[in-house]
């Protein structure tokens, strides 16, 4: 079902037609979580037989004729369950989105509404459709506690356990052993070096060991891979060029294979490229998830 407002119709005179498809791709989106099914990615229902329902136009805008239309559709259509991905400013009950949403539940069907975009306004802030009493209200926030890994280095002063987050790459499998020290090879370049990595390093020159190098200058993973032909077939560490932590980096796995690598802050990164140049032997285990 389609409005008709992507040719071109205002939302309060809708033409409906039989072709759904979106121009923001925010309802691809919401489909793909929901029932996304391919090889490497998979919605929450993988095996669910959808019912595309268009209510938006182009501009974003739409109409509460609209919507109810669309949610009459639906039921007629033998829709078991109907996922509302939208949100208006209503907030009372009387709002006829939610006289719809309660008598399709009563008929059987769910109703599965978005809590709104409001949450700025003050907490437990509900606007329409999901301000309807039958309907099930969801909500989601960003978090800002990033899950990572804490790694134990030994052989520097001051430095005992620091937070190391994992690439997310999608095919990197391969994850540092637990029950291993690894011996921690800085690069040869200066800690200031801005294009650490970008360039071949020599030979063998991270062999037997993890490899610890700069950010900044070309990407994350054409300085693994530098690593990597460099010996770091152990894994490679990439410290931060900037104060702090640096999380959500990503890999190329058909570039970096199975070789683990992972990030740390530009602080614990500075130690120990410190340590290393003192003549210090470093040492760094993984444990699990902070």
């Known amino acids: 079902y389609d409005s008709g407002a992507d040719e071109g119709t205002p939302a309060a005179t809708p033409q409906p037609d039989n072709d759904p498809l979106d121009c923001g791709g925010h309802g691809t989106h919401v489909a793909g979580i929901i029932g996304g099914f391919d090889d490497k990615v998979k919605g929450v229902a993988p095996e669910a037989v959808f019912g595309a329902y268009r209510v938006f136009g182009c501009d974003g805008t739409t109409d509460n004729a609209v919507i109810l239309a669309a949610l009459e559709q639906s039921y007629q259509d033998g829709m078991e369950l109907i996922n509302m991905s939208l949100g ?78 994992y690439s997310p790459s999608d095919g990197v499998t391969q994850r540092f052993d637990q029950a291993t020290k690894y011996k921690i090879i800085r690069s040869p370049n200066p ?68 070789t683990p690598a992972g990030f740390i802050s530009a602080e614990d990164g500075a130690r120990i490229y410190a340590a290393a140049t003192a003549g210090s032997s470093i040492t760094i285990q993984f444990n699990n998830e902070a």
């Open 88 to 165: 208006g400013s209503h907030v009372g009950a009387d709002h006829p989105y939610a006289q719809a949403i309660d008598t399709l539940v009563e008929n059987g069907v769910y109703v599965i509404a978005a809590a709104s975009n409001s949450g700025d306004k003050g907490y437990s802030y509900v606007t329409a459709p999901s301000i309807a009493s039958k309907a099930f209200s969801i909500a989601s926030f960003d978090n800002t506690h990033a899950l990572q890994t804490v790694a134990q280095v030994e052989g520097i002063n001051g430095v005992g356990e620091i937070l190391f987050d």
């Open 191 to 258: 800690p200031t070096f801005a294009t650490d990595g970008c360039a071949p390093f020599p030979a063998n020159t991270f062999a037997g060991g993890v490899a610890l190098v700069r950010r900044g200058g070309c990407a994350f993973t054409d300085k693994v891979v530098n690593a990597i032909n460099a010996g770091a077939t152990q894994g490679v560490i990439v410290y931060n060029n900037a104060p702090g932590q640096l999380n959500g980096a990503t890999l190329d796995p058909t570039r970096t294979g199975t």
